[in-house]
């Protein structure tokens, strides 16, 4: 028997006609609404790495008989290729879920995916105690269920997986705040993803409080209701290992008391992108190497980062480059769709490390030395996607609205009078030489 018939049985995804079709190019199995009399479909699904379920309703299964396994069901479980399975479009009884999970024991399956699912009720979780699962990420989207405040009970049952659990998501669910005991289960857990919930300043201190995902070096925290700066920095100092945090889609704003905050020293990621921000906020985490503040309303960046390698800044407001000696180290810099009329060649020139530079979308000026200093980056290799068509002169208005490229930046179109000279003095020397 196949794990996948396995959970057609248990989770009783025998429902409306259907039947499984297999996608051999990417080992991907999508099986909507099977029946009784469709499940063989499924062997289909057997050389798939991947196996998703669409479509079902189990209540009608909650009293389905779930026996042991005999230990030819569970050789065969051991030899299926099977690594991920999404159950999609379900409502699902949580009685149910917990009466079947503790086969996944048996299973090569690293990751489970809820997706726009409804749990209902409460499970008896009390087989799950001590059992170790191989799923190392779990996710939700879409899902809802009972509150998860007061089920330390059921925490407990489920600790000897969770902490070892690597990676959870509870995307697009509504999520106003998780019970600090919760977080303390996950003793492992590496990357968290809580974005688009309903996440705001007050939710944070219960969510990540003392003993709270010790190991934690991803944290999303995108598009949720987060307000102001100083809270989200005091709610991480209990993260020691905290290395990437996304902000982006959060009006975020600043405070009296933001200066007084450290981040965490680890941190080297951030994303400030989408915040609304007028202004940099500080104090920004000291080691930073990636820094994403595109789409606000930045009118300067006058900040200094000494461990700085990628500087987003595209879609602000910004009439000048930031000044690259307060980057040394600056590999990456985005500064496309912004006001900027010339960008440091000479920095630029002193910076060897860097890259890689976009600027287009940006009212250039196309003098001589604002259109040479970039055709000298296409050249030298260093202007990505745009070049050259999204870059035009916005002056002087002899050039505006044309292309950079097509800027003549010739020596002698631009410094006429420092070649014709030297060439005047010759022909006036050799012409007394010939007399």
Not at 84 to 113: C, H, M, N, Q, S
Not at 131 to 152: A, C, E
Not at 289 to 296: A, F, G, I, K, Q
Not at 387 to 401: E, F, K, L, N, V
Request: proline share 6%; glycine share 6%; with cysteine.
């Amino acid at each position: 028997m196949s794990v996948a018939v396995l959970l057609l049985l248990g989770l009783g995804l025998l429902e409306a006609e259907g039947r499984c079709f297999l996608h051999r190019a990417d080992e991907h199995c999508v099986c909507y609404n099977l029946s009784e009399e469709s499940v063989s479909s499924i062997i289909q699904c057997l050389p798939a790495s991947v196996v998703e379920f669409r479509g079902g309703e189990l209540e009608r299964y909650i009293a389905f008989p779930i026996g042991d396994l005999d230990p030819s069901t569970i050789e065969t479980l051991n030899s299926l290729l099977v690594r991920k399975i999404i159950f999609g479009d379900l409502l699902v009884p949580e009685i149910l879920l917990a009466r079947v999970l503790k086969f996944f024991i048996y299973t090569p399956v690293e990751e489970l995916v809820f997706e726009n699912c409804v749990f209902e009720g409460r499970g008896n979780w009390d087989e799950m105690v001590g059992q170790h699962l191989p799923v190392l990420s779990l996710s939700f989207h879409n899902v809802t269920s009972v509150p998860l405040t007061g089920r330390q009970q059921d925490l407990s049952c489920l600790s000897t997986w969770l902490g070892t659990l690597q990676d959870l998501a509870l995307t697009g669910s509504r999520v106003t705040s998780l019970p600090c005991a919760i977080g303390r289960v996950f003793k492992a857990l590496q990357s968290l993803d809580v974005s688009q919930n309903s996440l705001g300043d007050e939710g944070l201190v219960p969510t990540f409080c003392e003993g709270a995902f010790p190991q934690l070096r991803l944290l999303n925290l995108h598009h949720n209701n987060l307000r102001s700066y100083h809270s989200v920095c005091e709610s991480m100092r209990l993260l020691p290992q905290l290395q990437h945090l996304d902000l982006s889609q959060n009006k975020l704003l600043a405070d009296s008391s933001s200066s007084s905050c450290q981040w965490p020293a680890s941190l080297r990621i951030f994303n400030l992108s989408d915040t609304g921000l007028a202004e940099v906020l500080t104090p920004l985490p000291p080691s930073l190497e990636v820094l994403d503040m595109s789409c606000n309303h930045l009118h300067t960046v006058d900040i200094s980062l000494s461990s700085l390698r990628k500087l987003f800044l595209s879609q602000n407001v910004l009439r000048a480059a930031p000044s690259l000696r307060n980057y040394p180290v600056l590999d990456t810099l985005h500064l496309d769709n912004n006001s900027i009329t010339e960008l440091p060649w000479e920095e630029v020139k002193l910076l060897g490390c860097l890259r890689d530079v976009t600027a287009a979308g940006n009212p250039f000026n196309c003098s001589c030395s604002g259109a040479g200093a970039l055709q000298a980056l296409a050249a030298g290799g260093l202007l990505g996607p745009g070049w050259p068509h999204a870059y035009t002169c916005g002056s002087p208005p002899r050039y505006q609205g044309s292309a950079v490229q097509e800027v003549p930046t010739s020596a002698l179109h631009c410094h006429r009078a420092a070649v014709i000279a030297p060439l005047c003095v010759a022909l006036a020397l050799l012409s007394v030489a010939a007399v």
